[in-house]
């Protein structure tokens, strides 16, 4: 047991076809009396962070020990088992106060009672109260079988506003992903994603728990109660298939998210490559006319630097056709004898080459 759990909260309510009650009460033992007085007995306790009250409570309603030990071990798969002379469901139940949350909700059908227990204060079940306050519909004419099916029936329709929400959250995400694809859009579309998923793990168990509540021959479930559970295994395909589509929906943002990112990106490398483009040729001649180049040693050593629209060198005096000082390969590997030689190095030297 959780030692940081909240505290129980005993809520009791019983009533009949004419009249009814409820009170909070904090002994346990007060509960008897409600039990054989009333022809149903709604016990709810919010909060598992007591295990004297959890024992006393599995005394009085002679539960099994394998039942009281998953309703202690939270985050349980919904379920459906028989014990004895009570049957045991879980669901998960959930909630969005400002941000979805999961609770597991735990019941105990018996032959004059139900009992509940939730994880913590607030739950989706106040208008079921006020429907028994009132006597609107058929529950207070009924067992506690058809209260049974009335709190699935209440837990299950709350995943709808949910799912409507993110929906909404989708809808709104689908203009951002492709104006504004940044990393913040990208994590709403994640974390909506992995929210549908923990809703999906919620919600599959309890299709085949309903399945086998309507299905299976049970005691305590009388044949009226099984259609009404029918209506209530319809509305959990229902959320499946929404909740397929928005998985759906939530991936193919991701997909567009990446689209958008990849075209942002190409118009990018287009501007860079148009820039390229222009810049490229005039490195190119600026690479290749500011080389050093020899034009007596070889003709074809860049042989337009001799025309005379050519730039010539202000180390020349304007005398000879070269756009540049040469450095020649000469004057790195002089000769050291040899006439014609030494006859070239005297004609550079007077055309102003370096030393």
């Known amino acids: 047991m959780d030692p940081e759990a909240p505290k129980p909260v005993i809520h009791v309510m019983a009533y009949g076809p004419d009249e009814w009650t409820e009170r909070d009460i904090v002994d346990p033992q007060s509960v008897r009396d409600f039990l054989g007085k009333w022809p149903v007995t709604w016990v709810n306790i919010c909060g598992l962070g007591d295990a004297r009250v959890l024992t006393e409570f599995g005394k009085i309603f002679a539960l099994h020990p394998l039942a009281l030990e998953d309703v202690v071990n939270l985050h349980q798969r919904a379920k459906v088992e028989q014990y004895g002379s009570h049957q045991f469901i879980v669901a998960q139940m959930v909630t969005f106060p400002e941000r979805m949350e999961t609770e597991q909700l ?60 993110y929906g909404e959250h989708l809808e709104a995400l689908e203009d951002d992903v492709v104006a504004r694809p940044d990393n913040q859009t990208l994590s709403r579309v994640r974390a909506i994603k992995h929210d549908l998923l923990v809703l999906r793990r919620a919600i599959w168990p309890q299709r085949d728990a309903l399945n086998s509540l309507f299905r299976d021959a049970a005691p305590m479930i ?130 102003g080459y370096p030393r």
């Open 106 to 165: 735990s019941l105990f059908l018996g032959h004059n009672f139900v009992l509940t227990f939730e994880e913590r204060v607030g739950d989706c079940l106040d208008p079921l109260r006020d429907r028994i306050r009132t006597g609107t519909g058929r529950v207070r004419a009924a067992g506690p079988d058809y209260l049974i099916y009335a709190i699935l029936d209440a837990v299950i329709d709350a995943y709808f506003p949910v799912l409507e929400r």
């Open 222 to 351: 009388t044949e009226d109660t099984r259609i009404y559970l029918r209506d209530c295994y319809d509305h959990v395909i229902r959320i499946m298939d929404l909740l397929e589509t928005y998985r759906e929906l939530a991936t193919g943002l991701m997909d567009v998210y990446l689209s958008s990112v990849s075209n942002r990106m190409n118009e990018v490398m287009k501007v860079l490559t148009i820039i390229a483009t222009i810049f490229i040729p005039l490195s190119f001649i600026a690479g290749l006319y500011g080389m050093n180049f020899n034009a007596q040693r070889s003709p074809w050593n860049m042989p337009e630097l001799a025309l005379r629209l050519s730039v010539r060198s202000p180390a020349d005096g304007g005398r000879g056709h070269h756009s540049a000082r040469f450095l020649p390969a000469a004057r790195l590997d002089r000769p050291a004898h040899g006439g014609e030689a030494k006859r070239q190095w005297r004609h550079r030297r007077r055309r």
